[in-house]
């Protein structure tokens, strides 16, 4: 059962630009978030009427992770004792809201789950991004000729500009040079897919590299997910993406041994040669190369704020240059516990709805408490899962598709350090807290296998359903006894 809910968690992810109905007429309620409660449900089944153990194996994560839930609930001080009343609201629909995503986590560290479960939470993405992508490369002509599925359109209006609930003006976000419009398939904006993408390829190269055992046999079905992952990757014309392969060769050069390299060699060889022809074949149909676009937006980052070389329009690290300068004005008013979380927009003087980094909206919201918590979090999360790369015999006695699921760790660390610290604002969201449930799950399981610091936990030292079951016998005994 614990696998039909993740599968089902880990699909409905790419569902959330759809909502099912609006609450408080502005927040989308996703199929995401209603499997998510299920599951939460199932969770509280299985501790409360089964009465299963709860066991946690104990790292230091763990600790700044409910230092950062501590921190959520000490910014909302600042709201009760200086803030107006919607500010008060906010900052509680807000605190609701991370807590519900954040309890996967808790999940995660308290209740062991198998590595064939996800194993096949992995397959079923790896599949999916088959069909992502052919759609993605699909939508360039589509666009540029005014296909059918050209543009998709939203229904969530959780995406909207705060203070909207026009639906009419959630569009995906696709700039075009020319011809050539960035691929975004399902997804709003280009560098959503490239983060996709950047998650397959971990999984496609990293097997591969430390030669544990690809997710599937099929060496075809292998080569049609790199290329259309790859290929994808290339189209989406996203920063996100480029940085996101980088730290991935760059941690595979520090951390993995040296013969492991000549595979990485032969595999940044056939990118190359796939990368060639995609541009070539784009650059036929379009006028456009993608690579030649790729250098100029370099070239224009390298010198940003030089007055002889002009940025390429739609460049959005000035606009996050910006929002990062007035999150930082914010959480100066308010240096220890912030200005409360999701009350970022309430600062008229700054003029932002939202930071466009995790980690200064952490600041801004949460003060030094919730930063330094989130950080420390993120830190101990990469010393851990670095160490099953370079200390080997700390998991020799693991099957290997767990020790294919502890390779992976390290580099989705990576991948959500770009994400949350670089590129991207998934404090409250799902794309942040799902993934980290998955890399917490496995650490947990990890260490009890390990016979590490692990401690148990029973809610009910008789499950309720045992208790409901020997009242209800008494009470069917004494009924019969007075017939």
């Known amino acids: 059962m614990v696998q039909i809910f993740l599968i089902s968690i880990f699909f409905t992810i790419f569902l959330y630009n759809y909502q099912v109905f609006p609450l408080f007429g502005t927040y989308g309620v996703t199929s995401l978030d209603l499997v998510t409660l299920l599951f939460y449900m199932y969770f509280a089944k299985r501790v409360i009427w089964n009465g299963d153990r709860l066991t946690i194996g104990w790292h230091n994560a763990i600790y700044y992770f409910i230092g950062l839930l501590a921190a959520i609930f000490i910014s909302g001080l600042t709201p009760l004792f200086t803030g107006s009343a919607p500010e008060v609201i906010q900052f509680l629909k807000t605190s609701v809201h991370f807590v519900f995503l954040g309890f996967i986590v808790f999940i995660a560290i308290s209740y062991p789950i198998k590595t064939e479960v996800w194993t096949n939470v992995i397959r079923m993405w790896m599949i999916l991004s088959i069909i992502i992508n052919i759609f993605g490369m699909y939508q360039i002509p589509a666009r540029a000729y005014d296909l059918p599925f050209a543009w998709l359109d939203f229904t969530n209006i959780s995406m909207g500009v705060r203070g909207s609930v026009d639906v009419s003006q959630i569009k995906q976000l696709s700039l075009h040079y020319g011809d050539f419009f960035r691929a975004t398939s399902i997804f709003p904006e280009p560098s959503a897919l490239a983060s996709f993408n950047v998650v397959i390829f971990i999984f496609l190269l990293i097997p591969y590299i430390q030669k544990t055992k690809p997710f599937f046999k099929s060496k075809i079905l292998n080569t049609v997910m790199f290329v259309t992952t790859l290929t994808g990757l290339f189209l989406t014309f996203s920063m996100t993406g480029f940085i996101g392969v980088f730290l991935i060769i760059f941690g595979i050069f520090m951390l993995e041994s040296f013969r492991r390299l000549v595979p990485l060699i032969i595999i940044l060889i056939s990118s190359i040669i796939l990368i060639f022809l995609t541009d070539s074949i784009t650059e036929k149909f379009t006028g456009v190369s993608v690579a030649g676009l790729f250098q100029n937006r370099i070239e224009g980052i390298w010198h940003y704020g030089s007055v002889t070389k002009e940025g390429m329009e739609g460049e959005s690290i000035y606009g996050r240059v910006h929002t990062a300068k007035r999150s930082i004005n914010i959480w100066k008013k308010h240096p220890i516990n912030g200005c409360g979380i999701g009350l970022t927009a309430y600062d008229k003087k ?65 991948h959500q350090v770009l994400i949350n610290y670089m590129t991207g604002n998934n404090f409250v969201k799902d794309a942040l807290w799902v993934p980290m449930g998955m890399i917490f799950s496995v650490i947990n399981v990890t260490i009890i296998k390990q016979g590490g610091k692990v401690f148990t936990l029973e809610l009910m030292k008789i499950p309720l359903k045992n208790t409901i079951g020997r009242a209800l016998n008494k009470y069917l005994s004494i009924k019969e006894k007075k017939l």
């Open 350 to 414: 700054e003029g932002i709805y939202f930071s466009d980094f995790s980690s200064l909206t952490a600041l801004a919201e949460t003060g030094l408490i919730g930063f330094i918590s989130l950080t420390g979090m993120f830190i101990f999360l990469i010393i851990i899962t670095g160490k099953y790369i370079t200390r080997k015999l700390l998991i020799t006695d693991f099957s290997i598709e767990h020790k294919r699921l502890l390779g992976l760790l390290f580099y989705l660390m990576l």
